[in-house]
């Protein structure tokens, strides 16, 4: 079967840095393709090179058996390709159908904008994908989930054959993930290649016939996804055998740190109580929307809460005063690092510091020597990786970002880290980076609360677990009576079998 698309032995290097060394692989018509790796592994560098945005300095890329040199990325579109980033990148104050027509809208014989057919044309295109969007509704204000299917729609309008997906559900729920997986299998079936990029393994074997796996930049293997098990395709990634992903140390548990009693938001919880002692992991579990975020973020201060005490180290608390909290041994890493965890266009040194400026500095004055010194060593103990500390933390890969959150907080030397999806949107190798650190800290007498999605990770690492389930304390299960049936059953409001 001839390749719709093949990279051929293509290599990118930025300066001294070679992310992409000889990688070749093809994506076939009708056929979904994984592409996996850890973070840094190279993964974006291919996919920029498909869209125009980078050229190979050596290698090939071949579209329908023929050389193509791409200038730029109209040239990458006139061949048929897409990309749907993991946040899309529509025009707000446009129409859902003045988005789908950019850069290609329909003329009447005036040769003005036909809006009557723009409109027609993206009503077509979501009977074709078998969603309901409202053509003439502004782009903002769509969820993510929607503003990827109006993206897809603006793909296939260019006539597109190769959609390239990369991370499209890490910021979607269960039924969002079903309904994207069912357009995608729809245009995979008639005959688009799709290429796919996930860190959810689940996902790549109920979506993809075909998986390339890439490390450091090189190509390790291309093959059929049904050939490999989820411990082959990690082992083969990260090079080693990851047989401790939840690395779970004994640790003596102590006195109580955080007390939260009788915690409510008129319309978003209820009566939450819970306690977390020094050296234990408190894990909050729940499906999408039952209130987890909403309650730590209320117990950090960032919300108000109607009802409800929260007491830290035997002290109440005032509410919706995160300082208080940050001054009385809190830290937070929240679930959005790159909007509420860290500030994009400054540097990884002034990022890892940002808690502590007022302590840092002398006479309202921060001296780089020092903020330096500071963010080295914790940059050095998470062995985080990048060029200069100097650096926009920005440039840094997503695993490498959550690194520098987490720095932040344990430079102020917290008695309580609160980590929300501490692990979401980074690779298997990262991951278990994490979950040893997280361990290691409750072990020396850390409390940690620890708010997760991920069922695997609530069940390795957390000593106890809450249950929340429409805003209430559906269940608290301790590390014994915890398994994946007794933490759903509790979740999903069902008597445990």
Not at 27 to 46: D, F, P, R, W, Y
Not at 139 to 166: C, P, Y
């Amino acid at each position: 079967m001839s390749a719709l698309l093949e990279v051929r032995d293509v290599s990118k290097s930025f300066g001294a840095v070679a992310a992409v060394q000889g990688v070749s692989f093809p994506l076939h018509a009708g056929e979904a393709h994984a592409l996996v790796g850890e973070n840094g592994a190279g993964k974006s560098t291919i996919v920029k090179m498909l869209a125009g945005v980078h050229r190979p300095d050596t290698g090939t890329l071949v579209v329908d058996g023929t050389p193509a040199e791409f200038t730029g990325p109209a040239d990458a579109k006139a061949a048929g390709i897409a990309v749907i980033y993991q946040e899309p990148t529509l025009f707000p104050d446009l129409s859902v159908a003045e988005n789908i027509a950019m850069g290609n809208q329909p003329l009447t014989k005036l040769r003005q904008i036909d809006r009557k057919a723009m409109r027609a044309t993206a009503e077509r295109l979501f009977v074709r994908l078998g969603v309901r969007i409202d053509p003439d509704r502004p782009a903002r204000g769509l969820s993510i989930a929607d503003q990827q299917l109006v993206e897809i729609a603006k793909a296939l309008s260019s006539q597109a054959r190769v959609l390239i997906m990369d991370e499209p559900t890490a910021a979607l729920s269960g039924v969002e993930v079903d309904r994207l997986f069912a357009v995608t299998r729809a245009l995979r079936d008639e005959g688009a290649a799709i290429m796919f990029i996930s860190h959810r393994f689940e996902e790549i074997t109920a979506l993809c016939q075909r998986v390339t796996i890439m490390r450091d930049g090189k190509h390790v293997c291309t093959e059929p996804v049904e050939d490999l098990s989820v411990d082959d395709m990690i082992r083969r990634m990260v090079g080693r055998d990851l047989s401790a992903l939840y690395p779970k140390q004994e640790a003596e548990i102590g006195d109580v740190v955080l007390e939260v009693e009788g915690l409510g938001r008129e319309g978003v919880f209820r009566d939450i109580s819970f306690t977390v002692r020094a050296g234990e992991i408190v894990a909050l579990a729940g499906l999408v929307g039952a209130g987890r975020s909403e309650v730590m973020q209320a117990v950090f201060g960032v919300d108000k809460y109607d009802t409800g005490t929260v007491r830290f180290l035997g002290k109440k608390l005032k509410g919706g005063d995160p300082r208080a909290a940050m001054t009385a041994g809190m830290g937070l890493v929240p679930e959005d690092r790159r909007q509420q965890g860290l500030v994009m266009e400054l540097s990884i040194e002034r990022n890892v510091n940002l808690p502590r400026s007022r302590a840092l500095s002398r006479l309202g004055l921060l001296f780089g020597g020092r903020e330096r010194s500071e963010a080295q060593e914790w940059t050095k103990q998470l062995q985080t990786k990048f060029g200069r500390l100097t650096d926009p933390v920005g440039t840094l890969s997503g695993g490498n970002q959550q690194k520098v959150v987490l720095a932040k907080w344990l430079a102020t030397g917290p008695k309580l880290l609160i980590v929300d999806e501490p692990t979401r949107g980074i690779d298997v190798g990262t991951k278990a980076e994490v979950h040893r650190l997280l361990s290691s800290l409750a072990a020396r007498g850390l409390a940690v609360v620890m708010v997760s999605s991920e069922l695997p990770e609530v069940l390795g690492m957390a000593d106890r677990i809450v249950v929340l389930r429409e805003g209430h304390v559906a269940a608290e299960l301790t590390r014994a009576e915890a398994t994946e049936e007794t933490v759903m059953y509790a979740a999903m409001g069902q008597e445990t079998k």
